[in-house]
């Protein structure tokens, strides 16, 4: 299992080298600036985060740490023998097992070295999850540990750390040719975070196989990470109503200890058996008792929507279809075989799908093509100076019309569609983070998205069918600060009717509010998508001026 490993991080591992090398020849050859002085600004930054973290980790989620005895562990919980037959049959040394007194489902590893690695597990992992799939999810956390995934994970980030220490020194070097340097090592530390990420996702494939391999029950293991993805959200839920039932009663010491314990996990989940996403759009499964199939076709956006393939690349994990789809390809005797993420991807055909793919390459235009021209602009007036401000000008002009096309796709005002309940919206192939679908949806709130923070504008709406996120965001500075600290609560535990556009994408959907009203609370309005158009409208006229300039 190793070697199928290091195979999948080949190409990670060959372009972090390569762009190592090439741009410390650039830096070289460019400037007056040694390689080494980034180089080594790098080491010692990873270096003390590698001795470090641990310690850090550990002091942000506390456990109670269970100990050692007889070759297993002081408890009569399943989790102790069952770690401890994960270690042994790995050849690993006995790790410090921890379980971490919360509800969200979780099962993390971090240290320095085998000898040095801890897994952490949550109570609420050992309260969803039945014998099979916690064998699954420590097969899992072992694997890493036995790969060296930490280890490999903290060396593999010096080098966009290199490149961006590269840039710091070569844009304010004064010499004409710093820079073009900048812009490699800039161009080298944004490939060299897609890499590393690639890495990141090659060794939870990695481990996935590792866990299918030693337990023989691949859908042991996808049953477990659909839990932790729905578990996830209905903890959050849960969370916010504690909080917000200790602060009326105005025990605000402890109400503060859970809102930091809701922080301390969302930091833990980029290490965690899966990544904090997507939650809200599924707790809605567990709340409704969907079937298997039910689920699959839930997820049926991220295995077929263009947009989910893209966004994927810029996480730490691969989407749970993703992970199912690879293990059943392994060929492993304990490939799942209840989990059929083959049967979803084969559905990815249709006139919607169609037109959602014919979309994408103009959404990706729109989502970023304003900014790149606005960046543009400014490259071409440094490089060029006044010889190049028609060019410049042109540019600006461009970077309006895409904002203004952007605004509208974004936000299509008319008459919203009133849609029977969240989970109607889930199979929708047209929504995508950009193309927004004006809807009118009615439900309770139950929390905050980000729950029992005081300061989070962001309200999570359930109906019958399933929990979705409402998004409160306007165009001025501390807006949204000031609504979370004084009208959101007003919202919370009562019946509404939004109105917003619904987007989705890898990271789940959420709706994107224009009005939000509640029969007590009265009513509030967002203006985002007026702010989108203002700011389009003010370049498109910049530019149109300038280009009348420079003519």
Not at 57 to 86: E, F, K, N, S
Not at 195 to 215: I, K, Q, W
Not at 319 to 339: C, D, F, N, Q, Y
Request: glycine share 10%; aromatic share 6%.
């Amino acid at each position: 299992m190793p070697t199928f490993v290091w195979r999948r991080s080949l190409l990670s591992l060959g372009i972090l080298g390569s762009l190592f090398v090439l741009a410390g020849g650039a830096l070289v050859a460019m400037t007056d600036i040694p390689v080494i002085v980034p180089v080594v600004a790098a080491l010692v930054i990873v270096g003390l985060q590698y001795l470090l973290a641990p310690w850090f980790l550990q002091l942000l989620v506390p456990a109670h740490v269970l100990d050692p005895r007889d070759g297993g562990y002081a408890t009569d919980q399943p989790i102790g023998r069952i770690v401890a037959d994960a270690c042994r049959v790995a050849d690993v040394p006995l790790v410090r097992l921890g379980i971490v007194d919360d509800g969200t489902p979780n099962a993390f590893t971090f240290g320095r070295t085998r000898r040095d690695a801890r897994i952490w597990v949550t109570r609420g992992l050992l309260e969803r999850l039945d014998e099979e799939e916690l064998e699954a999810v420590v097969a899992h956390e072992v694997a890493h540990i036995r790969n060296y995934d930490f280890a490999v994970m903290t060396a593999a980030s010096v080098v966009p750390m290199v490149l961006y220490y590269a840039y710091l020194g070569t844009r304010t070097n004064g010499r004409p040719e710093a820079l073009a340097a900048a812009l490699v090592a800039w161009v080298g530390y944004l490939v060299a975070q897609l890499a590393v990420l690639a890495l990141g996702r090659a060794r939870e494939v990695g481990a996935d196989h590792a866990s299918c391999a030693r337990t023989g029950n691949g859908d042991a293991l996808c049953s477990a990470l659909v839990k932790v993805v729905y578990g996830i959200g209905e903890e959050r839920e849960a969370r916010a109503a504690r909080v917000k039932e200790l602060v009326e009663h105005e025990q605000k010491r402890i109400a503060r200890k859970l809102e930091a314990r809701g922080r301390r996990m969302r930091v833990a989940g980029t290490l965690g058996i899966a990544q904090d996403r997507g939650a809200g759009a599924l707790a809605g499964a567990v709340e409704t008792s969907l079937s298997q199939a039910e689920v699959m076709q839930a997820l049926r956006w991220d295995a077929c929507n263009p947009w989910s393939v893209a966004e994927e690349k810029l996480s730490t994990h691969p989407t749970v279809v993703s992970r199912i789809a690879a293990l059943e390809r392994s060929g492993l005797p304990g490939a799942p075989k209840a989990w059929r993420a083959a049967d979803v991807t084969a559905s990815c055909s249709g006139p919607e799908l169609s037109r959602a793919r014919r979309r994408f390459a103009g959404e990706a235009l729109l989502r970023l093509g304003g900014w790149f021209a606005l960046v543009a602009a400014v490259v071409v007036l440094r490089l060029a100076g006044t010889d190049a401000d028609r060019l410049a000008a042109c540019l600006l002009l461009v970077a309006g019309v895409i904002l203004a096309l952007r605004a509208v796709v974004m936000a299509p005002l008319g008459a919203p569609e009133r849609v029977s309940g969240v989970r109607a919206l889930l199979d929708r192939l047209d929504a995508s983070p950009v193309s927004g679908i004006l809807v009118r949806v009615r439900g309770s709130v139950v929390g905050r998205v980000d729950s029992g923070a005081v300061f989070s504008p962001d309200l999570t709406l359930r109906d019958g069918s399933g929990l979705v996120p409402l998004l409160w965001v306007q165009p001025l500075p501390f807006a949204r600060t000031l609504f979370g600290l004084l009208q959101a609560d007003e919202f919370v535990g009562r019946d509404v009717e939004a109105v917003g556009w619904y987007h989705r994408g890898a990271a789940g959907p959420w709706i994107e509010l224009r009005e939000l009203r509640a029969r007590d609370a009265g009513r509030t309005r967002c203006w985002m998508w007026a702010g989108r158009v203002v700011l389009s409208l003010a370049v498109l006229l910049a530019g149109a001026v300038a280009v009348v300039l420079t003519v």
